[in-house]
T-cell receptor, first 116, second 115 residues
């Protein structure tokens, strides 16, 4: 059974389009995250949700919006895609620790987004 | 924010060699994690190690929190060890609803193990 799954694995689209990436975890974790990995492999957190509450909202364009229908799912919607949005997007999840300290994070396989 | 520096940036080994990867961080942290990203892009958590030493097969890690560094040891390296190794630390941040922590990643060490 896949612990953290993402769909699609690859996404190729035109500038200006709107797209979504879905993420699901079956680990029973309370917290889910979205990370962006750029062409130089640098990983940076974008959002985190804890029990459907937005906790981390890094400085990303407001064209990016996370949506959490329940604690096992965290989807990423991107409006008006731009060339610079091309990257690999990773979903992750972890258990909640007291005081919000991070616990072991488990990553999905990533979604490679290419904007033409 | 906290700075996380990894060295070396690149490392090439022959199969069977040993290696040590280093992670320095600029402030005290509650938590440190090591990850391996394989050539297919999958990120795997290797260690959750805020302090002390842990071992898992040919890999071991040591974190000396008071001196703000962590080391990842790979012994008898294999071609399947190739990939990027990331270190990530907790960074405290306040927000309107309270306070929390987030993982801040280093830039990674690209390891290539040749047969």
């Amino acid at each position: 059974d896949t612990a953290v799954s993402q769909t699609p694995k690859y996404l190729v689209t035109q500038m200006g389009n709107d797209k979504s990436i879905k993420c699901e975890q079956n680990l029973g974790h309370d917290t889910m995250y979205w990370y962006k990995q750029d062409s130089k492999k640098f990983l940076k957190i974008m959002f985190s949700y804890n029990n459907k509450e937005l906790i981390i909202n890094e400085t990303v364009p407001n064209r990016f919006s996370p949506k959490s229908p329940d604690k096992a799912h965290l989807n990423l919607h991107i409006n008006s895609l731009e060339l610079g949005d091309s990257a690999v997007y990773f979903c992750a999840s972890s258990q909640e620790n007291p005081g919000g300290r991070t616990d072991t994070q488990y990553f999905g396989p990533g979604t490679r987004l290419t904007v033409l | 924010g906290i700075q996380v520096e990894q060295s070396p940036p690149d490392l090439i080994l022959q199969e069977g060699a040993n290696s040590t990867l280093r992670c320095n961080f600029s402030d005290s942290v509650n938590n440190l994690q090591w990850f391996h990203q394989n050539p297919w892009g999958q990120l795997i958590n290797l260690f959750y190690i805020p302090s002390g030493t842990k071992q898992n097969g040919r890999l071991s890690a040591t974190t000396v929190a008071t001196e703000r560094y962590s080391l990842l040891y790979i012994s008898s390296s294999q071609t399947t060890d190739s990939g990027v190794y990331f270190c990530a630390v907790d960074e405290f941040f306040p927000y309107s609803g309270g306070s929390n922590y987030k993982l801040t990643f280093g830039k990674g060490t690209l390891l290539t193990v040749n047969p």
